[in-house]
């Protein structure tokens, strides 16, 4: 039915936008730290962008980091960010410079950081796509990494393969909490729907990151920076 992986994730995807809501995009080969996502469905809601300097700064795992340490209420001492990251003092001193001249964080005295008061993550949901013509096993690892930063993570095979592993392999999907489906010409079908990932921003550069890089690849900023 499909002569190439391209081929199957181009019939998703044409399939798939005919029935996106107005606050919901499609991307291909997204990039994140572990490497592309074949395809993310992103869910949007616009009240909290990054401005363009924040994601840019953000979309660094290395920044994320950081970040992903520091709350809102309880303070981080240098120390402790810096036992928490493994960053050499020069690498976290100057992040946090960044984060600072970028009002993500806030030094409240010497060595003592929070998250910035007007500082709030936007809220995005992340779904993924792994589409696989024959490797079904090593598309069920990728999407299983696809967890660290997606509510939901799929397997796209072929409509016949994937019939034959809901009949004989569902239980691989159900193990790894990654959802199932099917592709034909005309139509896409859920095969196996996974429970929602629940993702907290703390302690989860990945996330935050891919966020960032979303905002980036598709020019979505505040509006306080146009």
């Not at 660290?148 to 159900?174: M, R, T, W």
Request: some cysteine; charged content about 20%.
């Amino acid at each position: 039915m499909f002569t190439s992986e391209l081929c199957l994730q181009n019939k998703f995807i044409q399939l798939k936008e005919a029935d996106l809501n107005e606050n919901e995009k499609i991307l291909t080969e997204f990039n994140a730290r572990f490497g592309n996502v074949d395809i993310v469905q992103v869910i949007i809601n616009d009240s909290n962008l990054l401005s363009y300097d924040q994601a840019n700064l953000l979309s660094s795992y290395q920044c994320a980091k950081v970040l992903a340490f520091l709350h809102k209420k309880a303070i981080r001492t240098f120390t402790y960010l810096q036992k928490s990251t493994d960053y050499g003092e020069k690498t976290l001193s100057t992040i946090l410079s960044k984060l600072i001249k970028t009002n993500i964080v806030t030094e409240i005295n010497s060595n003592r950081y929070i998250i910035s008061e007007e500082f709030e993550f936007p809220i995005l949901q992340f779904i993924s796509y792994e589409a696989k013509l024959q490797k079904w096993k090593k598309a069920i690892l990728q999407a299983s990494i696809n967890k660290k930063f997606s509510s939901y993570s799929y397997v796209v095979l072929p409509i016949e393969l994937a019939y034959k592993l809901k009949q004989n392999k569902l239980d691989y999907f159900q193990t790894y909490n990654v959802g199932l489906i099917g592709v034909s010409d005309n139509k896409i079908e859920y095969l196996f729907n996974p429970k929602k990932e629940t993702l907290k921003f703390t302690i989860n550069p990945s996330l935050i990151s891919s966020i960032a890089k979303y905002q980036l690849e598709t020019s979505t900023f505040s509006i306080s920076t146009q």
